[in-house]
């Protein structure tokens, strides 16, 4: 009869400290939403809270570590770049690194106010590069890209399809780098332009050409170059080439073509012109001789001699 009572207070005995274990764990804080496991103990992703006193030996409970609503991720930053320029200038103006957007008509503000008119904006970009290059004319071209070298190599695409040698980089803007710049006068960034003229091959081309310079816009560099050699050849048909604005015209021959072998190249600086010259030569695989030079900044109409390889007159400064 002992032996039976005391199985029974031992099951009794046994019962409650079973319940007493489960309102213990039942008893232990909960954050919102957390779920329990039985593990080994704190680890990586997870945090001992408390314990399972319901088993024998005791299990400990942990929590996921960062269990319950993950907070909301934080609003990306963007900034932006708005870029103005000018036909007639051979710089441009930026602003970059600002987070409201709409600053273009700013930019092209403080264009107009050094030009005097005529500026345009390319565009605002955001959380990116835009880069400018120039060709062999003085025009300017600018690429977008994700990447400094990706907007290099965008400006350039469209540059060097017409350029002699690959187009001269200026200037590569990011957007998440604050900076206001541009030219702050006329005098430092609007162009002189020079063209030259020729009779047309048809009317009797005399080795002789017409390089007006020092002129505020192509159109009037050309014009006066044809208005020359007309002059000068009775009127005949003349045709001018395309103007080059803060540059230099390059002359140079092809003795291997005769009359054929008169040429030029324009470029923005009398090494790149001397370079876009040879290049020519080395495409048609004949040595030529380079001649004079002309900057487009000199105001002055010249007459240039391929026979000689220097100018023969000039109504104003000499060239170079």
């Not at 980089?169 to 063209?195: C, L, M, Q, S």
Request: aromatic letters at 6%.
């Amino acid at each position: 009869m002992m032996s039976v009572l005391l199985n029974r207070r031992q099951h009794l005995r046994a019962i409650a400290l079973m319940l007493a274990g489960l309102l213990g764990a039942m008893m232990l804080p909960q954050p919102a939403a957390a779920q329990l496991f039985p593990c080994n103990g704190d680890g990586p992703g997870q945090r001992m809270v408390g314990m399972d006193n319901s088993t024998t030996p005791p299990t400990p409970l942990c929590q996921a570590v960062g269990s319950g609503q993950a907070p909301q991720p934080a609003a990306p930053i963007v900034l932006y770049g708005s870029l103005a320029w000018h036909r007639d200038a051979d710089d441009v103006w930026v602003a970059t690194g600002y987070s409201t957007k709409g600053q273009d008509q700013a930019t092209i503000d403080a264009c107009n106010a050094v030009m005097g008119g005529g500026c345009t904006a390319i565009g605002e970009w955001s959380n990116s590069y835009v880069s400018v290059v120039r060709d062999q004319n003085g025009g300017l071209f600018a690429g977008w890209g994700t990447t400094s070298r990706g907007s290099k190599k965008d400006a350039s695409r469209e540059c060097d399809k017409e350029n002699v040698i690959p187009c001269l980089p200026i200037g590569t803007y990011w957007t998440e780098k604050y900076r206001a710049r541009g030219p702050k006068t006329a005098a430092e960034t609007r162009k002189r332009y020079a063209a030259l003229a020729w009779l047309k091959e048809a009317e009797g081309y005399d080795r002789r050409a017409w390089i007006a310079s020092g002129h505020v816009d192509g159109p009037a560099a050309k014009a006066k170059a044809v208005a020359g050699c007309q002059a000068a050849n009775g009127g005949r048909e003349c045709i001018a080439m395309p103007a080059v604005g803060n540059g230099f015209i390059q002359t140079y021959n092809l003795p291997s073509a005769g009359t054929h072998g008169d040429a030029n190249a324009s470029e923005t600086t009398l090494e790149r012109a001397r370079k876009a010259a040879l290049t020519q030569c080395e495409k048609s695989k004949a040595k030529c001789t380079l001649q004079q030079a002309y900057d487009s900044r000199v105001p002055g109409l010249f007459v240039h001699d391929f026979i000689s390889g220097a100018a023969i007159a000039a109504s104003e400064s000499a060239p170079r």
